[in-house]
């Protein structure tokens, strides 16, 4: 072993850097922003500046800084579960993992003030989300129940009606509130599967999460059943309002969701992974195919 594999490095590695806001999160908060801006009904030829800062905004900068904030909060459970880690293999040396996290909640709060007084409140709401789930004394990640209801409203939710609301310059009407609201809450078992990654570290550190409580397969369960009852509340209201077409497409992407979750059931910790890959990119696909319906209401 060298003398320098054995001095602890002063400076993070610039691929770890990345690694610590992972990029392959930052897609369901920018889909969902743009699903709010096609439902807002206003022609984004004219707005395609707003939209894209948004979509930048709540991807890879405030969506990165919750993953920065919850891998310095996380350090020690990830210590368990994934030592690669940019912290705990210390490629992110001392506390630069909180300087990463601080630097990027100023960035995001600069760069939603770009975006208006709705763009700038709603960064200020997803940043206390984001501290409020990872940070001690709050810290709702150790729920089950709130931890990931709160990651599906901020994932989901709070960037879909952002969306609206940049481009409205107002407060979404109803229809779009309610749809937004519905796949945030059905998000909250998506949440619930992406914890079965962390089951033993999560066991360990007293994090409790649906999967560590119930087991895999409840828990398995219980996430797919929240997110089938939310598309199937949100087929009922496309029927309402008067979008029978947008409807049955939902319906049908659900249908190929249930197919999924058959084989998820059979393997729920191992096949978790392959459902994110393939049950998710349906359910997102439906949250489209509502936003257009949306447009066409206004």
């Known amino acids: 072993m060298t003398v320098s594999a054995l001095t602890p490095r002063l400076y993070p590695e610039p691929r770890a850097m990345l690694r610590l806001i992972k990029p392959i999160t930052w897609f369901p908060p920018i889909w969902a922003y743009l699903c709010g801006s096609v439902s807002a009904g206003v022609p984004l030829a004219g707005h395609w500046p707003l939209v894209l800062l948004g979509m930048i905004l709540s991807g890879p900068v405030v969506c990165g800084m919750s993953q920065a904030a919850n891998d310095w909060c996380d350090r020690h459970v990830d210590a368990v579960n994934e030592p690669d880690r940019p912290i705990p293999s210390g490629r992110i040396p001392g506390r630069w993992g909180l300087w990463i996290a601080l630097a990027m909640t100023g960035l995001s709060l600069a760069m939603g003030a770009a975006l208006g007084p709705w763009g700038f409140y709603a960064t200020v709401a997803g940043v206390l989300a984001a501290w409020a789930y ?38 979404p009407r109803f229809e779009v509130v309610a749809i937004a609201l519905l796949y945030a809450l059905g998000a909250h078992g998506i949440m619930t599967l992406n914890d ?37 509340l949100v087929v009922a209201l496309l029927v309402v309002f008067g979008k029978p077409w947008h409807a049955l497409a939902v319906a049908a992407l659900i249908v190929a969701q249930l197919a999924a979750m058959r084989v998820l059931f059979r393997d729920p910790k191992g096949k978790a992974p392959w459902y994110n890959g393939t049950g998710v990119v349906l359910y997102v696909t439906g949250m489209m195919v509502s936003a257009f319906a949306l447009r066409g209401l206004a």
Do not use: N
Request: charged share 15%.
């Open 134 to 171: 990872s940070a001690e004394p709050v810290r709702l990640k150790r729920s089950g129940w709130w931890g990931p209801g709160l990651v599906g409203l901020s994932y989901e939710g709070l960037p879909w009606f952002t969306g609206a609301a940049v481009l409205l310059g107002a407060a």
């Open 196 to 232: 079965f990654k962390a089951l033993e570290g999560d066991r360990q550190h007293g994090v409790r999460s649906l999967p560590v409580v119930l087991g895999p397969e409840v828990a398995a369960r219980i996430a797919c059943t929240v997110m089938g009852m939310a598309q199937a």
